[in-house]
């Protein structure tokens, strides 16, 4: 099993695309995919699948965080396209800081150590690792959202390598110091960056990035920004690469294709990555 996450210091709209077209583009490589959405409910790749978040009464992503659901957790997970399955999002995701805070409260009172610190950004790591998704997956791709947040802490937490997309002509150094930050607030760990990726460029000149972030490797890859091809999907609730595979919905204009290519080539680039790490 290889894992990795997509988190950006600011969300655009081409990231949510972005990560369902991954998948996909894994699938098409013949790997199972499980895609792991631990961002609060709103415009995330849940709701990009079409599927609905988790209510109060749902199982949930977030009982098995805080130790209170016995249920295996990759029961959580549902199919949403061929070889891709997701843990979707969940309402209770929503107030994650607060229910990680509350659990560590009672894990420190009741610990035998006092110097006992509960790991707040490692429990989405263990949860994994202690499924029978680790085995069952070929690739486990964790959403871990934006900003710098525990949702981001544990998305990175655990998958270690991460995937950084910009939104091309803005602020490239402001992903270098998000990503600083989160490399501080997980000291206990080395956070890999797989590279940074280039989203929203001109159409025809996906190969100017621009400026890019500093002090951070590049993937070599950018995504030209294609709105209708994007909301296209989303209303489809489909990832743009299954209009390839599937003509009911829509023939691909040549800019779209492109599209479609680099995302197919960065999937290959980073299931390379990730197979012969440095």
């Known amino acids: 099993m290889y894992a990795y996450s997509v988190w950006s210091p600011e969300r655009g709209p081409q990231t949510t695309a972005l990560i369902a077209g991954l998948a996909r583009a894994h699938a098409e490589r013949d790997d199972r995919v499980l895609v792991v959405d631990f961002t609060p409910p709103g ?4 709701e990009y699948f079409g599927v609905e978040p988790g209510g109060e009464s749902d199982e949930n992503v977030v009982t098995h965080l ?11 997970a549902e199919p949403v396209e061929p070889g891709v399955d997701l843990v979707p999002t969940h309402e209770h995701l929503a107030d994650l800081e607060n229910t990680l805070d509350q659990n560590a409260m009672l894990a420190e009172i009741s610990a035998s150590s006092r110097n006992y610190e509960y790991p707040r950004s490692e429990q989405l790591h263990r949860v994994i690792s202690d499924s029978k998704a680790f085995y069952e997956y070929d690739i486990i791709l964790v959403d871990a959202g934006s900003g710098t947040d525990q949702h981001a802490y544990n998305g990175i937490y655990a998958a270690n390598r991460v995937l950084l997309p ?9 992903v270098t110091a998000g990503f600083e930050d989160v ?7 080395d956070v890999v960056p797989l590279g940074t990726v280039a989203t929203g460029v001109e159409p025809g000149e996906t190969g100017d990035r621009g400026d890019t972030p500093p002090d951070l490797p590049s993937m070599d890859s950018s995504i030209a920004d294609c ?9 489809a609730c489909s990832s743009f690469l299954d209009f390839e595979q599937n003509e ?3 023939q691909l204009e040549p800019n779209e294709r492109n599209v479609v290519e680099s995302i197919s080539k960065l999937a290959a680039d980073i299931a390379t990555t990730l197979k012969n790490p440095n």
Do not use: M
């Open 183 to 189: 490399q501080n607030a997980l000291e206990s760990i």
């Open 227 to 235: 709105p209708s091809l994007f909301e296209d999907a989303r209303v």
């Open 43 to 46: 415009d995330g790749v849940s």
């Open 166 to 174: 910009y939104e091309a002509g803005g602020d490239p150094e402001a």
């Open 248 to 250: 009911e919905y829509r």
């Open 66 to 76: 805080i130790e209170e659901n016995d249920d295996p957790f990759e029961e959580l």
